[in-house]
């Protein structure tokens, strides 16, 4: 069985950073693509970034462009995403998420993990 289980959220002021981290395990992720999504309240669920297996194709969300970067780290089975520059709109459950195949700028994602608090207060 697939577990993805993110960790870093928290509470921060606008213009502040976060790092949030997403450990996976219970399967081998090679050709995985690696994702995060994210979910206001009152919101659908959006695209943020996502990273191929090997790191060389990565897709950002024209919104974070240029303030979040995405990494991974395939010998601990863990992606990160860097969050700097936070904006009160930025606030959202982030979702870290696993594909088979290549990035992907949609939801589409095989496996999700259960989602970490970040709040940007103003």
């Known amino acids: 069985q697939v577990q993805l289980v993110e960790s870093g959220g928290g509470l921060v002021q606008a213009g502040g950073s976060l790092r949030l981290s997403c450990a996976a395990s219970?399967?081998?992720?090679?050709?995985?693509?690696m994702g995060w999504c994210r979910q206001a309240p009152g919101k659908a669920r959006e695209f943020v970034a996502a990273?191929?297996?090997?790191?060389?194709?990565?897709r950002y969300a024209d919104s974070v462009k240029d303030r979040f970067t995405i990494s991974r780290d395939n010998a601990k089975n863990t992606v990160y995403l860097q969050m700097a520059s936070l904006k009160p709109e930025d606030t959202a459950v982030y979702y870290c998420?696993?594909?088979?195949?290549?990035?992907?700028?949609?939801?589409?994602?095989?496996?999700w993990g259960q989602g970490t608090q970040v709040t940007v207060s103003s």
């Open positions: 990273i191929s297996w090997s790191g060389a194709v990565i």
């Open positions: 998420a696993s594909r088979r195949g290549p990035v992907t700028t949609t939801t589409q994602y095989d496996y």
């Open positions: 219970g399967r081998t992720f090679i050709n995985y693509a």
